[in-house]
C-alpha cells in the first residue's frame, strides 16, 4: 500500500492523488493502486523550520510518517518539496522505502533532455526553505544539469504566489508565476521546474511551450507501484 504522507498544503495533496490516479493504467477500480492517505495539516511550516523562522516540524512528519506505518503502508510519498529537507531522517526512522520526489524531478529531467537533445539549463520555482536547503542543485547536478532560480524580486512574487494557492486565491497566483516562467526561459533555461507543489494548480494550462516539468514523486511511481499489491 502508498502511504501519502501529505497536508503540505492539502490542495496539493489531492493533486498529488489526481496524478496517481490518471496514471494508473486501470480499467476497473480493482486495477487502482491501495492508498493511505495522511493529510497532517498540523506539521509546521517547512519553508520557516529552514529559515530559522520557525518551529521544527520533524517531529510532526515522523508521527505522521508512524501513522501510515501503523496502517498498512508499505511505501511513502511526500508530495511536498520542502519537506524533503527531512527526508534523510524520516528514512532513518522507518524500514519502509521514501520515495525522493527531487530524485525522481531529476531522473524525468535527464531522460526528457537526453530524448529531445535539449541542454541541462533548468529554472527552479521553489520555497525560500527548498532553495536554502540546497536539495535540487546538488541532486540535479549529478545528472549534469544546472539549476537557475529567480532573482530576488521574482523569488519574492514566487513566494507570494504559493501563498495565495494556500489560500485559494489561485486565479491571483497564476500571473506572478507565469511572469517567472517566462523570465527563466528569457535567462536561458531550458526547462522550469515546478519545485512546490502549490505551483501545477495555478499554472495548470499555461504551458503551451512544453517548457514546465512538474515535482512529484513520479505519479506511477514506477517500479514501485508496480510492486504494489492490487485488491482482487
Given at each position: 500500500m502508498l502511504g501519502v504522507l501529505g497536508g503540505m498544503g492539502p490542495m496539493a495533496t489531492v493533486d498529488f492523488l489526481a496524478k496517481l490516479v490518471r496514471a494508473t493504467p486501470a480499467g476497473r477500480d480493482q486495477d487502482h493502486i491501495p492508498t493511505l492517505v495522511c493529510s497532517a495539516v498540523d506539521i509546521p511550516d517547512r519553508a520557516d523550520a529552514i529559515l530559522g523562522t520557525g518551529p521544527d516540524p520533524l517531529p510532526a512528519l515522523r508521527a505522521a510518517l508512524a501513522r501510515l506505518e501503523a496502517g498498512g503502508a508499505t511505501r511513502i510519498a511526500i508530495p511536498c518539496n520542502t519537506a524533503h529537507h527531512w527526508h534523510a531522517a524520516l528514512q532513518a526512522a522507518t524500514a519502509l522505502p521514501i520515495l525522493h520526489i527531487v530524485d525522481a524531478v531529476a531522473e524525468t529531467l535527464a531522460e526528457t533532455l537526453a530524448r529531445t537533445g535539449s541542454g541541462g539549463r533548468i529554472g527552479l520555482l521553489a520555497t525560500d526553505g527548498t532553495l536554502r536547503s540546497g536539495l535540487y542543485p546538488e541532486r540535479l547536478a549529478r545528472h549534469g544539469l544546472?539549476?537557475?532560480?529567480?532573482?530576488?524580486?521574482?523569488?519574492?512574487?514566487?513566494?507570494?504566489?504559493?501563498?495565495?494557492?494556500?489560500?485559494?486565491?489561485?486565479?491571483?497566483?497564476?500571473?506572478?508565476?507565469?511572469?517567472?516562467?517566462r523570465a527563466l526561459a528569457e535567462a536561458g533555461c531550458d526547462r522550469v521546474v515546478m519545485a512546490c507543489t502549490e505551483i501545477p494548480l495555478a499554472l495548470a494550462g499555461s504551458d503551451p511551450s512544453g517548457l514546465l516539468v512538474v515535482a512529484a514523486c513520479r505519479p506511477d511511481c514506477r517500479v514501485d507501484a508496480a510492486a504494489l499489491p492490487r485488491a482482487a
Open positions: 544546472a539549476c537557475r532560480a529567480p532573482d530576488e524580486a521574482g523569488q519574492a512574487a514566487v513566494s507570494a504566489a504559493i501563498r495565495l494557492v494556500k489560500a485559494d486565491r489561485v486565479a491571483e497566483a497564476t500571473p506572478l508565476l507565469e511572469a517567472q516562467v
